[in-house]
């Protein structure tokens, strides 16, 4: 089965807008109830990967106290055939709230997508050290999201 080819464009205006209107609960919706989000240069110590929904709209809770995003821009995005396989390069800035730092991230996602168009698997190449400036060291960093 294959989503609409502009499924992921759809998606990708409507998540991001979310993220921008720190709109956490709006962002997971976009998430299959068994959907999970992997970090894979996640810090010893911090979150590598939250499995499902409701998890996942717990971990996220912390955002909006967290960053004030102030604009996303998508460098590259292409997914396969079907729609269900996505890789998506875009960048943030913003600030880090506990700190006033600024926090400018360059992100690449891998996602896929089920026959419905909810995320089932969220695999995020982010820069843990921008974050680490932003927040104020590999501590603040990690119990931010802990």
């Not at 080819?5 to 609960?25: F, G």
């Not at 960048?91 to 926090?103: D, I, Q, S, V, W």
């Not at 996602?111 to 168009?117: E, H, N, P």
Request: charged share 20%; with cysteine.
């Amino acid at each position: 089965m294959s989503l609409p080819k502009d499924h992921l464009q759809a998606w990708l205006e409507t998540a991001l807008n979310c993220l921008l209107a720190r709109n956490v609960d709006g962002w997971v919706d976009h998430w299959a109830e068994d959907g999970r989000i992997e970090f894979p240069f996640a810090p010893a110590g911090s979150v590598a990967k939250v499995e499902g929904r409701a998890a996942i709209a717990d971990y996220m809770a912390a955002l909006p106290a967290r960053f004030d995003f102030k604009s996303f821009d998508v460098l590259t995005a292409y997914s396969d055939p079907s729609g269900q396989q996505a890789v998506v390069e875009f960048t943030c800035e913003g600030t880090a709230l506990e700190t006033g730092r600024p926090y400018n991230q360059h992100y690449v996602a891998l996602l896929t997508f089920d026959a419905d168009g909810k995320i089932l698997v969220y695999r995020d190449f982010w820069n843990p050290l921008a974050a680490m400036e932003a927040l104020g060291g590999a501590r603040a960093l990690i119990g931010s999201f802990n």
